[in-house]
């Protein structure tokens, strides 16, 4: 059996598509089973959150392998974003330990370090702390910005591009390597494939160095949309989106933790080499949208 968290996120989604048309048994740990669409009649559900370990004894009942790919972007209702990408991962962790499951895989950001300046960064940091010091067969998928077509982040600027000119955080120079999602997850199953052989890191990213900047432009291109770019400086953008969050709560349009993701770089030493290793070979961000 293999529990499968965020199973209805970009990478997750796209994981259980191919777990589920490969016969393999899967569980998924949600809050909600109807947001697996078709997909929640293929699966065993084990209704939890990961801000409640108490809700996971059932989830990791004769679970063999663990498939963390559950994060949050912003701090929730429940709990902050420390509290679930580091914490939830490493209880997670250990809680699998403990019921005798023998493999961990999990996702994190290249980048990701004590003394980051983003706290998504740092709390994924903390959690892979936990890994290294796991004695459980593990194995980290570190990758750059992930992406899907209709994702929550190019939606967002698809609503910015009503306005006669997009807002760009900074100067849009920090580099990345957009991955798209189905390769992602692409990756994911090579490496369940692999077993115990599978390597216990790999970097994954896409075959294109983008700015936020490129990354604009292109969503842009897709949405049928040409607009201006407007640089805010981020010590005018901060304080905006933080009053915006504290006003608006759970529905603010943005945060300044997600938006501070396309801030930072996030760039594999390899490039591609490791997604080519395990036999795939990503597709470049305008191909994927069409543009």
Same mark, same amino acid.
């Given at each position: &059996? ?6 209805? /996120?970009?990478? %997750? ?9 490969? /016969? ?7 809050? +909600?089973?109807?947001?697996? %669409? ?5 699966? !065993?559900?084990?209704?939890? +959150?990961?801000?409640?370990? =108490? ?30 990408? %580091? ?31 983003? #706290?998504?960064?740092?709390?994924? $940091?903390?959690?892979?702390? =936990?890994?290294?010091?796991? /004695? &459980? ?27 006669? =000119? ?5 100067? %849009?120079?920090?580099?990345? !390597?957009?991955?798209?999602?189905? +390769?992602?997850?692409?990756?994911? &199953? #090579? ?6 052989? =599978? ?5 994954? $990213? ?41 006003? $608006? /709560? ?9 938006? !501070?993701?396309?801030?930072?770089? &996030? ?13 795939? !070979?990503?597709?470049?961000?305008? +191909?994927?949208?069409?543009?």
């Amino acid at each position: &059996m293999l529990l499968l968290t965020g199973a209805t /996120g970009l990478i %997750g989604s796209a994981a259980l598509r191919r777990l589920t048309a490969g /016969g393999e048994p899967v569980r998924c740990l949600v809050r +909600d089973p109807r947001r697996l %669409g078709a997909e929640r009649v293929r699966v !065993q559900l084990a209704i939890g +959150d990961l801000s409640d370990p =108490a809700s996971w004894r059932h989830a990791l009942r004769g679970v063999r392998t663990v498939v963390h790919l559950a994060a949050t972007e912003r701090d929730q209702p429940r709990a902050t974003i420390e509290e679930i990408d %580091g914490l939830a991962a490493a209880r997670l962790l250990r809680a699998a330990e403990r019921e005798g499951a023998e493999r961990f895989v999990w996702i994190s950001p290249l980048g990701a370090a004590p003394h980051h300046g983003s #706290r998504i960064h740092r709390a994924k $940091a903390l959690a892979a702390r =936990a890994v290294a010091a796991s /004695g &459980m067969h593990t194995t980290t998928l570190a990758s750059s910005l992930v992406y899907a077509p209709g994702d929550r982040r190019l939606l967002r600027l698809e609503r910015l591009a009503l306005l006669p =000119a997009v807002p760009l955080l900074g100067s %849009g120079g920090a580099r990345t !390597q957009p991955i798209w999602a189905d +390769d992602v997850a692409a990756c994911l &199953m #090579r490496v369940l494939e692999a077993g115990d052989a =599978a390597a216990a890191r790999y970097e994954l $990213a896409g075959p294109e160095v983008l700015t936020h900047r490129d990354i604009t432009r292109i969503a842009l291109r897709a949405a049928e949309r040409r607009r201006r770019l407007l640089p805010v400086p981020l010590t005018v953008a901060r304080p905006l989106l933080r009053a915006h969050e504290a006003l $608006a /709560g759970p529905t603010a349009f943005a945060t300044w933790d997600e938006a !501070q993701l396309v801030t930072v770089p &996030m760039l594999a030493s390899g490039g591609t080499a490791d997604a080519e290793e395990l036999g795939v !070979q990503p597709r470049r961000m305008a +191909d994927v949208l069409g543009v």
